[in-house]
C-alpha cells in the first residue's frame, strides 16, 4: 500500500519541506545592503561572508516536524482512517507553519525599517521560491487526503460487492 498515489503526495510534502532548507524566502536589499531570510534566520550578505542578524530556530523545528510527521502519515497505510486524521493535522501543522513564516517575514521587515539610518533608502522586496513550497506542500496534502478516502470507498464498495 505505499506505492499509493497518497503517499507520492505526502513525499512531495516531505520533499518540498526539505528545499526549504536550501531556499530563502526573501530578499531584502537597499543601496548599501542586501539581506536575505533564509529557515534558520536573517542574515546580512557582506563581501566578508553571512552575518547572522537574528535567528529563527522554531520556524526550523517547526519544519523538521513537519517532515517527520509527514513519513509518519505514510507509514500509517494500514489503518486509512487515522491516516486521514493524521493527515488533517498535518495540515493543521502547515497553516501553522505558513503563519509562523508570514510573522517571521514582518518581523525581519519591521528589524531592518529600525535597524537602517536615514541615509539608507528604501528596501526592496524579492519574494523567494521558499515563500511558495509551504503552500504547494498543502495543496499535497489535501490531494493525499482526497486519495485515502478515495481508497477507503473502494474498499467500502468491495466488500458491498461480496
Given at each position: 500500500m505505499?506505492?499509493?498515489?497518497?503517499?507520492?503526495?505526502?513525499?512531495?510534502?516531505?520533499?518540498?519541506?526539505?528545499?526549504?532548507?536550501?531556499?530563502?524566502?526573501?530578499?531584502?536589499?537597499?543601496?548599501?545592503?542586501?539581506?536575505?531570510?533564509?529557515?534558520?534566520?536573517?542574515?546580512?550578505?557582506?563581501s566578508?561572508?553571512?552575518?547572522?542578524?537574528?535567528?529563527?530556530?522554531?520556524?526550523?523545528?517547526?519544519?523538521?516536524l513537519?517532515?517527520?510527521?509527514?513519513?509518519?502519515?505514510?507509514?500509517?497505510?494500514?489503518?486509512?482512517?487515522?491516516?486521514?486524521?493524521?493527515?488533517?493535522?498535518?495540515?493543521?501543522?502547515?497553516?501553522?507553519?505558513?503563519?509562523l513564516?508570514?510573522f517571521?517575514?514582518?518581523?525581519?521587515?519591521?528589524?531592518?525599517?529600525?535597524?537602517s539610518?536615514?541615509?539608507?533608502?528604501?528596501?526592496?522586496?524579492?519574494y523567494?521560491?521558499?515563500?511558495?513550497?509551504?503552500?504547494?506542500?498543502?495543496i499535497?496534502?489535501?490531494?493525499?487526503?482526497?486519495?485515502?478516502?478515495?481508497?477507503?470507498?473502494?474498499?467500502?464498495?468491495?466488500?458491498?460487492?461480496?
Open positions: 505505499i506505492q499509493r498515489i497518497q503517499s507520492v503526495y505526502l513525499l512531495l510534502v516531505m520533499v518540498c519541506q526539505g528545499i526549504l532548507f536550501a531556499t530563502s524566502l526573501a530578499t531584502f536589499s537597499s543601496y548599501e545592503n542586501s539581506y536575505y531570510l533564509g529557515l534558520t534566520g536573517l542574515y546580512k550578505l557582506s566578508a561572508g553571512e552575518e547572522l542578524l537574528f535567528n529563527s530556530y522554531a520556524l526550523m523545528a517547526f519544519n523538521i513537519i517532515i517527520v510527521y509527514s513519513a509518519v502519515v505514510i507509514f500509517s497505510f494500514k489503518n486509512r482512517k487515522k491516516q486521514v486524521r493524521l493527515a488533517g493535522f498535518n495540515i493543521i501543522l502547515l497553516c501553522g507553519f505558513i503563519l513564516m508570514f517571521g517575514f514582518d518581523n525581519a521587515k519591521s528589524f531592518l525599517n529600525i535597524s539610518t536615514a541615509q539608507t533608502a528604501e528596501l526592496s522586496t524579492t523567494g521560491i521558499g515563500m511558495m513550497l509551504p503552500l504547494l506542500s498543502l499535497f496534502c489535501l490531494l493525499a487526503i482526497r486519495g485515502i478516502r478515495k481508497d477507503e470507498e473502494l474498499v467500502r464498495s468491495a466488500d458491498r460487492i461480496r
